[in-house]
């Protein structure tokens, strides 16, 4: 038995049913250690944009470590393709005079984003103002902070005090807001925490207004707006940015998986020069937070060249294109007993199962997923029962539609096997 112990795996289950466990991996197809081949509808977890296997990216690795693998960042150091990678992050992010600090993922983002917000307002002589405002069904990552805006229940729930300055809205409820601002009181509120599309929770893409208007309600009161990109980012709505799509430019966005499509961990946080400013005027201010990988040489590296090919191959014009088959393509799932609809967003979709119809027929969400791995589909079930569907961006239309067959296949079989109870 291997001593790994796997994340978000209840390891009873893991250990007694087996892993699957993967070898290699090309464009969009993953292959496990028994030889099988599956697509890879997830893109490992959202972050593959430009598929497995990218000799390319691969060979930059290889000449960034055996040149410099990493260095510190601290204080006045750093490695000329982090400052490169920074700048070319801060050139194409929608967000006013920014300044970009790397970390090693997502979750480390958006900790060190609540930490710099909080440390801004110390600085600006408002250091009451610390509550954060986050949305049910948010996802944003796991650490300190992620946990305790976390709009999942079972992510939040069940650690004991977590941070106690965060207050929980409704997902896209702007009326609660503006309330929640108001009763909380301006002056104690930090910042409003929001994904473009709400990605884990659900795939729930905002209705038409919903994060312009939230925009305004924020800047109305001095409340910082944080955009956690970190799935929506580098392109996985044809994109740099959803807040570009959305019409915002946020106070911080947040960025991580497609910056690197995985081959190395990376995130960023994109602070505008406004929130920034008081680290950099004047005298200065240290900022005691960083990570020994904060800038890290080969993950810089990795970013570069998958950036590169995510530009040379027009990747995001494909995402465009393709986001517009997707209601063609997987839309008819919609219309299966067990499915009760289908949520597209970019080159993301939500197949969300009917949960009640599914325990009816003495089955679960857990066996359509499995059903979707014995046709070959790699997705996943989603907290809120959806399957996840967010391929590589270079993923084709052939691709999509055999996958969508599979969902409809492992739908209809896993609620065939046991009829519905009689009423
Ligand atoms: C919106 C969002 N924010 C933050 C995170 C955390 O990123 P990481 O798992 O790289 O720490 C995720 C991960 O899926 C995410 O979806």
């Given at each position: 038995m291997s001593r790994f112990w796997h994340p978000f795996s209840n390891m009873a289950e893991t250990t007694s049913n087996g892993r699957v466990v993967f070898t290699r991996g090309r464009d969009c197809t993953i292959v496990d250690v028994e030889g099988n081949e599956y697509f890879d509808a997830t893109a490992g977890l959202w972050y593959c944009a430009v598929g497995h296997g990218r000799r390319r990216i691969a060979d930059a690795i290889g000449r960034q470590a055996a040149e410099l693998a990493a260095c510190t960042c601290f204080d006045v150091y750093a490695s000329d393709v982090t400052l490169r990678l920074a700048d070319r992050i801060a050139d194409n992010s929608?967000?006013?005079?920014p300044r970009v600090f790397l970390t090693s993922g997502g979750s480390d983002s958006i900790d060190t984003a609540g930490k710099i917000i909080r440390r801004h307002f110390t600085l600006r002589d408002?250091?009451?103002?610390t509550m954060m405002i986050a949305r049910e069904?948010?996802?944003?990552?796991?650490h300190a902070y992620g946990t305790s805006l976390a709009g999942i229940p079972a992510n939040h729930?069940?650690?004991?005090?977590?941070?106690?300055e965060v207050a929980q809205i409704g997902a896209f409820d702007l009326e609660a807001l503006e309330r929640t601002i108001l009763e909380l009181g301006a002056d104690r509120v930090a910042a409003f925490f929001a994904e473009p599309v709400i990605a884990a929770g659900g795939i729930f893409p905002p209705p038409e207004g919903y994060l312009r208007q939230a925009a305004a309600i924020c800047r109305r009161h001095g409340v910082l707006l944080v955009c956690d990109?970190?799935?929506?980012?580098?392109?996985?709505?044809?994109?740099?940015s959803a807040s570009e799509r959305f019409g915002v430019r946020p106070d911080l966005m947040v960025m991580a998986k497609a910056l690197t499509s995985g081959y190395q961990p990376l995130g960023a946080v994109i602070v505008s020069g406004a929130v920034a400013e008081p680290f950099y005027a004047g005298e200065g201010e240290w900022l005691k937070h960083g990570y020994t990988?904060?800038?890290?040489a080969t993950a810089c590296a990795a970013a570069m060249e998958n950036l590169d090919i995510i530009e040379e191959e027009a990747l995001f014009d494909r995402v465009a294109a393709l986001e517009t088959k997707l209601p063609s393509l997987l839309g008819p799932?919609?219309?299966?007993?067990?499915?009760?609809e289908v949520r597209t967003a970019g080159l993301l979709a939500a197949i969300q199962l009917d949960t009640a119809e599914l325990e009816r027929r003495g089955t679960s969400g857990a066996e359509v997923n499995v059903g979707c791995r014995e046709r070959g589909q790699i997705t996943r079930l989603l907290a809120c029962g959806a399957l996840q569907f967010s391929p590589p961006?270079?993923?084709t239309e052939e691709q999509i539609g055999r996958f969508g067959e599979a969902v409809e296949d492992a739908v209809t079989a896993v609620s065939r096997r046991s009829p519905p109870a009689l009423a």
């Open positions: 929608p967000v006013d005079d408002q250091p009451q103002k069904n948010a996802y944003h990552g796991m729930d069940g650690w004991g005090t977590l941070i106690p990109e970190v799935v929506t980012g580098v392109g996985r709505l044809g994109q740099w990988y904060s800038g890290h799932l919609a219309e299966l007993e067990c499915v009760s961006y270079t993923a």
